[in-house]
């Protein structure tokens, strides 16, 4: 709503009224919608969408603090991780092998889709997951629809389990089968974390949604159902004033589980 070709058609028609609807009320570069918008209107919440059977909670667990991405050296670029430096960080041996271990103890069996960095980086996930014997595949933005089709189909159906991409299922994608999400992308964006974690709320079967958090997402962001403050100002104002995360969290000592 802020880039120039929406600026432009909106000067176009200044006598209109100008609807703009989104889950989530956030731009990565940290500018308000307040440039645009005169008013924001909140009409439901992930727990009231819980409450009413619409979204499943989700269980989020994490890793020790020395199985995350080391980000000391990572650069930030446009309110957001430096993607090359990001790739570097998180594409290790070490790093990709523990994603596997933690799937197979908390979410084995569950249809899954990983959230990484890089095509290689979601190539080398796929090639883990492969390795110790879970059906698994890769798509990125240069598969073509007859591919993805045939892999999703097969998602669906449980022939693969688990699915990696880099940024192609991010948002606009529905399949209420997939029942964990793998964060392997670490994120400063709030908007695009939650996109991620949303892709398996949507109830199916009666099965819990697992979120597989590999990069420090909940403890930064809170957790996905928690209730937030949305404001039309920019981040820099919305820091002044009142967080927009929920309540305060903690990571359980034995199976690193993210609770209030």
């Given at each position: 709503a802020?880039?120039?070709?929406?600026?432009?058609?909106?000067?176009?028609?200044?006598?209109?009224?100008?609807?703009?609807l989104?889950a989530t009320?956030?731009?990565?570069?940290?500018?308000?919608?307040?440039?645009?918008y005169?008013?924001?209107?909140?009409?439901?919440?992930?727990r009231?969408l819980?409450?009413?059977?619409?979204?499943?909670?989700?269980?989020?667990?994490?890793?020790?603090?020395?199985?995350?991405?080391?980000?000391?050296?990572?650069?930030?670029?446009?309110?957001?991780?430096?993607?090359?430096?990001?790739?570097?960080?998180?594409?290790?041996?070490?790093?990709?092998?523990?994603?596997v271990?933690?799937?197979l103890?908390?979410a084995?069996?569950?249809?899954?889709?990983?959230?990484?960095?890089s095509?290689?980086?979601?190539?080398?996930?796929a090639?883990?997951?492969?390795?110790?014997?879970?059906?698994?595949?890769h798509?990125?933005?240069?598969?073509?629809?007859?591919?993805r089709?045939a892999?999703?189909?097969?998602?669906?159906?449980?022939e693969?389990?688990?699915?990696s991409?880099?940024?192609?299922?991010?948002?606009?994608?529905?399949?209420?089968?997939v029942?964990?999400?793998?964060?392997a992308?670490?994120?400063?964006?709030?908007?695009?974390?939650?996109?991620q974690?949303?892709?398996?709320?949507?109830?199916?079967?009666?099965?819990?949604a697992?979120?597989?958090d590999?990069?420090?997402?909940?403890?930064?962001?809170?957790?996905?159902?928690d209730?937030?403050?949305?404001?039309?100002?920019?981040?820099?104002?919305?820091?002044k004033?009142?967080?927009d995360?929920?309540?305060?969290l903690?990571?359980?000592?034995?199976?690193?589980a993210?609770?209030?």
């Amino acid at each position: 709503a802020l880039a120039k070709s929406y600026r432009d058609l909106a000067d176009h028609y200044p006598d209109a009224i100008h609807l703009g609807l989104t889950a989530t009320p956030y731009r990565a570069d940290g500018r308000g919608l307040g440039d645009m918008y005169d008013e924001i209107l909140v009409v439901s919440s992930p727990r009231e969408l819980i409450q009413q059977g619409y979204l499943v909670e989700p269980r989020v667990f994490t890793v020790p603090t020395d199985a995350l991405p080391d980000l000391s050296s990572v650069r930030t670029r446009r309110g957001d991780y430096h993607e090359s430096d990001l790739a570097e960080a998180v594409d290790r041996a070490q790093l990709v092998g523990s994603i596997v271990e933690h799937w197979l103890r908390h979410a084995n069996g569950l249809r899954t889709v990983v959230f990484a960095v890089s095509v290689k980086h979601s190539m080398h996930i796929a090639t883990q997951f492969r390795q110790a014997g879970v059906p698994a595949e890769h798509l990125d933005g240069t598969s073509s629809v007859e591919d993805r089709d045939a892999v999703l189909t097969r998602l669906d159906s449980g022939e693969t389990l688990v699915v990696s991409n880099a940024m192609l299922f991010v948002e606009g994608w529905d399949q209420p089968s997939v029942k964990c999400a793998v964060l392997a992308r670490p994120t400063k964006s709030t908007g695009l974390y939650l996109q991620q974690a949303g892709r398996i709320l949507r109830p199916w079967d009666d099965l819990q949604a697992v979120i597989l958090d590999h990069a420090g997402c909940a403890l930064e962001h809170g957790l996905p159902q928690d209730d937030r403050e949305f404001t039309l100002d920019s981040a820099k104002k919305r820091r002044k004033g009142k967080a927009d995360v929920g309540p305060p969290l903690k990571t359980c000592e034995q199976c690193y589980a993210v609770v209030h």
